[in-house]
């Protein structure tokens, strides 16, 4: 029985593992043939690396992913940038000796060669060593080329793209990079990353380089009607029964629907031998925060103030609509304004999310069963 792996793998998730996402792949898929470049932004495991994996998937085009999280350099930015060109080439690469030599021309300057091996052929460049942003702007110049006279469409994935801005070079790697990406025709580019502070500041702010080039995109939880029979049809295969409606709900209940919780507690659930009942799955999922506890927990909740531990507490615990309350200021003795200033500033640091209706939540779904079980608070 290969169910977990099948609806519920580790990692990066698609086809039967993959829940909705409709919306977002249409627009993908809008934007991709017209070549509008998209930044795709949602707090870390809302499901970005799986939607474009996904996405990348269904339209059969070559495409590379490059992830710049470890970025600690120009240099390192790019290595990754000629990493994921050398791929897309290789994915390209022409079969007749003709287009071979068009493509060797393109990258004439970036010393391209061609290895070959038991695999097969294989490119590599080695670019002489000018400023990494030249390299850069040529290397992206240069694949778009390639791809226009192959009359071929490839996607570019630059992922965690915000760690560009906290490097020395940044303002000069962003110039380089705008200026290879506003004349891309036949590559499409998804910059995509989890800290929306400084992807926005990147591409909405008049004065830096990248400033209006993209589609803002971003990421939402997945909604209880698309998780309802999703959940179903995993359990439809386990346990040839649906799951109790009250079991779905608990699960979404706990988890809030986070994607990576939800697929972290179905998992567990799983594993067991009988259709789980509610009170199985609320066991289940306390047994998890028990673990976690000790863990990363309480040093991410060290690093709060007073101020912010408590309106996170109180969030967890109560409505947001109370917490805004007098009698709810009075309580925790901060006064309603400073209530708002906290929640700004929470929420720029990814503590706590905003649903659609504008109501605060907490955003991890372990911190909120944490704080809202400490019986210290009340
Ligand atoms: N569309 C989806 N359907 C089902 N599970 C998902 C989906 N998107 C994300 N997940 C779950 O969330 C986890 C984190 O997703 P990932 O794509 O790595 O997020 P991100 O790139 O935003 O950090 C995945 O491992 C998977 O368990
Ligand atoms: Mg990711």
Redesign the pocket.
């Known amino acids: 029985m290969a169910t977990i792996e099948t609806y519920?793998?580790?990692?990066?998730?698609t086809g039967n593992?993959?829940?909705?996402?409709e919306k977002e792949r249409e627009y993908l898929k809008k934007r991709l043939d017209q070549n509008v470049h998209v930044v795709l932004m949602?707090?870390?495991?809302?499901?970005?690396?799986?939607?474009?994996?996904?996405f990348t998937l269904e339209q059969d085009t070559p495409f590379t992913a490059v992830d710049l999280l470890p970025a600690t350099s120009g240099r390192y930015v790019k290595n990754a940038i000629v990493d994921g060109v050398t791929e897309l080439l290789d994915a390209i690469m022409p079969r007749f000796k003709k287009s071979k030599q068009m493509l060797m021309r393109h990258f004439a300057k970036l010393n391209p060669v061609i290895e070959l091996s038991a695999f097969g052929q294989k490119l590599k460049l080695r670019p002489e060593e000018k400023t990494h942003e030249e390299t850069i702007m040529k290397l992206l110049m240069s694949l778009d080329m390639v791809a226009k006279e192959m009359n071929l469409h490839v996607i570019f994935v630059i992922?965690e793209f915000q760690q560009i801005a906290m490097l020395e070079e940044s303002h000069s790697l962003e110039a380089s990079i705008r200026h290879a990406v506003e004349r891309s025709k036949n590559v499409f580019y998804i910059f995509?990353g989890?800290n929306r502070t400084l992807l926005e500041e990147m591409f909405k702010n008049k004065t830096r380089p990248l400033y209006h080039l993209c589609d803002e995109m971003k990421?939402d939880r997945?909604a209880s009607e698309y998780y309802v029979p999703?959940i179903n049809a995993a359990s439809l295969q386990t346990w040839k029964s649906p799951l109790p409606s009250d079991s779905i709900d608990m699960i979404l209940y706990l988890t809030d629907r986070?994607?990576?919780?939800?697929?972290?507690l179905c998992r567990m659930l799983w594993d067991s031998h009988s259709l789980p009942n509610s009170d199985t799955v609320e066991n289940i999922w306390l047994k998890y925060v028990e673990n976690q506890k000790n863990d990363w927990v309480s040093e991410m909740l060290s690093q709060l103030s007073i101020n912010q531990r408590a309106v996170l507490a109180g969030l967890a615990k109560i409505s947001e609509k109370e917490l805004m309350g007098k009698h709810f200021a009075n309580k925790l003795e901060i006064s309603p304004s400073s209530i708002q200033r906290t929640l700004n500033a929470l929420l720029k640091k990814d503590w706590i999310y905003k649903d659609t209706e504008g109501y605060y939540h907490v955003l991890n779904p372990v911190v909120k069963t944490i704080l809202a079980r400490d019986k210290h608070f009340d």
């Open positions: 519920f793998p580790t990692g990066i998730v593992a993959f829940c909705d996402r949602s707090p870390r495991r809302y499901g970005k690396s799986s939607l474009i994996a996904q992922d995509s989890s990421l997945i999703f986070h994607p990576y919780y939800v697929n972290r």
